[in-house]
């Protein structure tokens, strides 16, 4: 083997761990992270703290309830980003929704996320944060559906990534009263949370960007009091210099689910 | 006696890191268009932000009301957006999930970083509302 060709072998070598561990991260360590809720009504917009970077991943998870059904949701942001929104009723009583909605930012600036229900008594909370490093033309690794779980104090789902370093979301759902003290799971940062929103719906959002392998992961919460939940899970790829190996789009829309 | 001084001054920097309530009333009046709801200066470091409004009169679906929160972190100078939130005219009682008739509406967002000043707008569209609430903070 040529020298050149040796030397550029191990300098590859030497780099492919470096790009392979190159995860999604969090921008700002958690400073971007905000919290919204409307009460009774039709729709809240809640701006990030600090400007949004282009390209990158914009979230806003939680949940909602409605006395004769929430409907579908729009989200909508000042960056005109385009999101895509995943809801789960509950298979309990279906009046309570968890949702994901994400979308990857057009434009760097200011940046205000609305959400919206189809109807003007409706109760929302929700969390939104930014992440960097994400695929910008094909964020989604695997979207996990929803669930619904008996009552427990360890509610969990669990999730398949595809790819290497992939980013992953939850959000919890579970109805008020009594006030539950909500934990993320020991591998899992918390984004936001409401444990009472009005005494209506609780919801905590949490993520792991730390999903080396492409595998199965669970995404778990403890909370202080069993419950029965709704829980709804979506890993995010990183960008292909990030990434190591890369596979298509894992996709499961199960029942009570829309889009 | 220098001893007290400096136990005083100890106790005022603890009082002023502290965070005091706030808020900005909205008088109980008959609204149409727009109405500025005036600069408040914040106290301390709250961190929670919440807009209530009387929605008693709110039955008709074609009259809606946003209400928009911005802050200030330079005393008033300038101004960004800290939230907003706005509601459809909706007929008939609204109950909660234990079937109690609620006759107000709201929002709350995360109180923003550094904001030393709160102001806000109502914003009545479609007609008029005969309503009060407030914009408050913790």
């Known amino acids: 083997m040529p020298r050149l060709t040796r030397l550029l072998l191990l300098l590859w070598l030497v780099l492919l761990p470096t790009a392979a561990h190159a995860a999604i991260a969090e921008v700002g360590a958690g400073s971007q992270r905000a919290k919204g809720q409307f009460d009774n009504g039709t729709t809240a917009g809640i701006a990030f703290p600090g400007n949004v970077g282009n390209a990158n991943l914009v979230i806003a998870a939680g949940a909602c309830w409605r006395n004769t059904g929430v409907g579908t949701l729009t989200v909508s942001d000042t960056r005109t980003t385009a999101y895509t929104t995943r809801q789960y009723f509950s298979n309990v009583d279906a009046n309570y929704m968890v949702f994901i909605a994400y979308g990857v930012t057009p434009s760097s600036g200011a940046n205000t996320v609305t959400v919206t229900a189809p109807n003007a008594n409706t109760y929302c909370s929700w969390g939104i944060d930014e992440f960097s490093g994400v695929d910008p033309a094909n964020p989604t690794d695997v979207d996990g559906g929803g669930v619904t779980t008996a009552s427990t104090a360890s509610p969990s789902s669990t999730i398949t990534t595809r790819v290497a370093n992939a980013l992953i979301i939850g959000a919890l759902l579970f109805e008020t009263t009594p006030v539950t003290t909500i934990t993320p799971g020991g591998s899992y940062a918390q984004i936001s949370e409401e444990e009472d929103n009005s005494a209506h719906q609780a919801f905590n959002t949490e993520f792991r960007n730390d999903a080396t392998t492409a595998t199965t992961y669970t995404v778990d919460w403890a909370l202080s009091v069993a419950r029965v939940t709704d829980i709804y899970v979506i890993a995010f790829q990183p960008t292909a210099a990030a990434g190591s190996s890369r596979a298509g789009i894992g996709f499961g829309v199960g029942p009570g689910m829309i889009d | ?138």
């Open chain 2, 1 to 138: 006696m220098r001893a007290l001084l400096l136990l005083l001054g100890l106790l005022l920097m603890a009082a002023s890191a502290s965070a005091a309530p706030g808020q900005i009333v909205i008088p109980v009046a008959r609204y149409s268009g727009k109405a500025a709801l005036p600069g408040t200066p914040v106290i301390g470091t709250p961190t929670s932000l919440r807009v209530s409004l009387d929605v008693s009169d709110n039955t008709d679906p074609t009259v809606a009301w946003v209400i928009t929160v911005e802050y200030s972190t330079d005393g008033g100078s300038t101004w960004q957006p800290a939230g907003n939130c706005a509601r459809n005219g909706f007929a008939g009682p609204v109950t909660d999930k234990n079937g109690q008739v609620v006759t107000t509406s709201g929002c709350a967002f995360s109180f923003p970083n550094g904001a030393n000043r709160l102001r806000g707008t109502l914003q009545i569209l479609g007609g008029a509302l005969s309503t009060l609430g407030r914009i408050e903070w913790e």
